[in-house]
T-cell receptor, first 112, second 110 residues
Framework: GENVEQHPSTLSVQEGDSAVIKCTYS??????FPWYKQELGKRPQLIID?????GEKKDQRIAVTLNKTAKHFSLHITETQPEDSAVYFC???????????FGKGTRLSVIA | DAGVIQSPRHEVTEMGQEVTLRCKPI?????LFWYRQTMMRGLELLIY????????DSGMPEDRFSAKMPNASFSTLKIQPSEPRDSAVYFC????????FGQGTRLTVV
């Protein structure tokens, strides 16, 4: 089955700097890669996703890149703000109706 | 739409008791997933349904766990008997392509 590895497990950045979180996956059949943000005590919330027919997607300060050959994808947050502090999870699945397999999460701290 | 609704939000129970967690998915979503979240193991898939039919329950840790989806708008996850190691946050999620999570149920078994 699918296995998703996520790095780093913790990340601290100064406000205004960029943050990058990287994930690798094992199943070449996976073609859907969402990213979730989970604030303390709250639910994971979808912030951006990418499908295998696209190499990069941007939404304001966040972007995701995908390298299907290397089986890795990354989340980029620019101009970080304190409210970006949260745990971020990457995930992968062969299609939208099949379960997501999650990475272990990255705890991002943005220091003001 | 109110999103995925789970109840209760918090549950504290004694070891050996039966626990039932409830989920109402978003209307129109044909897939429903139950996940368990702990610090040690992260987000683990327990079981998922497509069109109310259980597809894969290989993530259910033991026979003490069972899940049902009697109709498109309701699902339950039951633990009987509960044990302290079952303490975790249990999330229900639904979707068609994307998966949307409920608020979760924080279960504490003492």
């Amino acid at each position: 089955g699918e296995n998703v590895e996520q790095h780093p497990s913790t990340l601290s950045v100064q406000e205004g700097d960029s943050a990058v979180i990287k994930c690798t996956y094992s199943d070449s059949a996976s073609n859907y890669f969402p990213w979730y943000k989970q604030e303390l005590g709250k639910r994971p919330q979808l912030i951006i996703d990418i499908r295998s027919n696209v190499g990069e997607k941007k939404d304001q300060r966040i972007a995701v890149t995908l390298n299907k050959t290397a089986k890795h994808f990354s989340l980029h947050i620019t101009e970080t703000q304190p409210e970006d502090s949260a745990v971020y999870f990457c995930a992968a699945s062969p299609s939208g109706n099949t379960p997501l397999v999650f990475g272990k999460g990255t705890r991002l701290s943005v220091i003001a | 739409d109110a999103g995925v609704i789970q109840s209760p939000r918090h549950e504290v129970t004694e070891m050996g008791q039966e626990v039932t967690l409830r989920c109402k998915p978003i209307s129109g979503h044909n897939s429903l997933f139950w996940y368990r979240q702990t610090m040690m193991r992260g987000l683990e898939l327990l079981i998922y349904f497509n069109n109310n039919v259980p597809i894969d329950d290989s993530g259910m840790p033991e026979d003490r766990f069972s899940a049902k989806m009697p109709n498109a708008s309701f699902s339950t996850l039951k633990i009987q008997p509960s044990e302290p190691r079952d303490s975790a946050v249990y999330f229900c999620a639904s979707g068609t392509v994307e998966a949307f999570f409920g608020q979760g149920t924080r279960l504490t078994v003492v």
